[in-house]
């Protein structure tokens, strides 16, 4: 069983769509947690870093955490075509290194 | 200004040729990154370098060969490659690997896309 698993997709939606995108974790060391967005042929650019527990909105992007469950979402409100790329999840415990995620392949359709 | 910078974008190279990457960061972090990516796949960790020092070496083939001239710069060396090797090779840095909330953001590069013929 991999530490980290998320849907490969291909997610496809209409524009002005709610996206939700989720990864499921084992290792409950695990305490930051992050999303990177990737454009085809680019490098990864950090979205959103939550720490522990919680929420947090950065515009039309929210970030939520569930230890509990061991469930990290990244909701996109207001999708536009711009959105379209590879969404990758990672996470750490402290002092140690990234655990990626797959990535979802996400296309918003105008 | 949170820019890492990679040069160069692409770099095509024969298994005998010797060629350099080169990744830098002007953001006063002292932890940098190089990782591998295939198509479709994540970033693979290679190296970590913590205040200049090699601290994590993932069993990465020694025809790959890292360097931290300074806090700054980060170079891959490259010889005798394989075609399997074809892929972006990513360089990161954050603050530092204090394990402090916010002091591992790792900020990646644009990348480089070899191709090992």
């Known amino acids: 069983q991999k530490e980290v698993e998320q849907d490969p997709g291909p997610l496809s939606v209409p524009e002005g769509a709610i996206v939700s995108l989720n990864c499921t974790y084992s290792?409950?060391?695990?305490?930051?947690f992050m999303w990177y967005r990737q454009y085809s042929r680019k490098g990864p650019e950090l979205l959103m870093y939550?720490?522990?527990?919680g929420n947090k909105e950065d515009g039309r992007f929210t970030a939520q955490v569930d230890k509990s469950s061991k469930y990290i979402s990244l909701f996109i409100r207001d999708s536009q075509p711009s959105d379209s790329a590879t969404y990758l999840c990672?996470?750490?415990?402290?002092?140690?290194?990234?655990?990626f995620g797959s990535g979802t392949q996400l296309t918003v359709l105008p | 200004d949170t820019e890492v910078t990679q040069t160069p974008k692409h770099l095509v190279m024969g298994m005998t040729n010797k060629k350099s990457l080169k990744c830098e960061q002007h953001?006063?972090?002292?932890?940098m990154y190089w990782y591998k990516q295939k198509a479709k796949k994540p970033p693979e960790l290679m190296f970590v370098?913590?205040?200049?020092?090699?601290?994590i070496n993932e069993s990465v083939p020694s025809r790959f060969s890292p360097e931290c001239p300074n806090s700054s710069l980060l170079n891959l060396h490259l010889h005798a490659l394989q075609p399997e090797d074809s892929a972006l090779y990513l360089c990161?840095?954050?603050?530092?690997?204090?394990?402090?909330?916010?002091?591992?953001?790792?900020?990646f590069g644009p990348g480089t896309r070899l191709t090992v013929l």
């Open positions: 990161a840095s954050s603050q530092d690997q204090g394990g402090r909330a916010m002091s591992d953001e790792q900020f």
């Open positions: 290792n409950s060391a695990f305490q930051y």
């Open positions: 939550t720490y522990s527990s």
């Open positions: 990672a996470m750490k415990p402290p002092a140690r290194q990234l655990t």
């Open positions: 953001m006063g972090h002292r932890a």
């Open positions: 370098y913590s205040y200049e020092k090699l601290s």
